[in-house]
């Protein structure tokens, strides 16, 4: 399912400065890898979360890092057992959007 990033089109924010530019080029690239991750089965995309927070760990309190662990892997836990309430990703990032 993954999106040409050419049918998006261009946002007018993204053409008004080289740094913006530069940011939306970074964005478009985020949103592909995005794209492709969210095809992955669930337990690939769990060990991705767990492997990306392992990679900011120096950059965050041990204390925070080891929380976001126990997090994911409750979370984990629920998906493997069947009794994790997921909802599609489009209905998430409108939830989020609307924040």
């Known amino acids: 399912m993954s999106i040409d990033l050419l049918d998006r089109g261009t946002p007018a924010s993204c053409t008004n400065s080289d740094a913006?530019?530069?940011?939306?080029a970074m964005n478009a690239r985020v949103d592909q890898l995005l794209d492709e991750v969210l095809e992955l089965p669930t337990e690939e995309r769990s060990a991705l979360a767990v492997a990306l927070l392992d990679s900011l760990e120096g950059n965050a309190?041990?204390?925070?890092?080891?929380?976001?662990?126990a997090e994911l892997r409750a979370r984990r836990a629920e998906l493997k057992a069947g009794t994790a309430r997921t909802v599609p990703w489009a209905e998430a990032r409108a939830r989020l959007g609307s924040l």
């Not at 913006?20 to 939306?24: G, I, P, V």
């Not at 309190?61 to 662990?69: G, H, M, N, P, V």
């Open 20 to 24: 913006s530019a530069r940011l939306c």
């Open 61 to 69: 309190d041990a204390s925070i890092s080891e929380a976001w662990r």
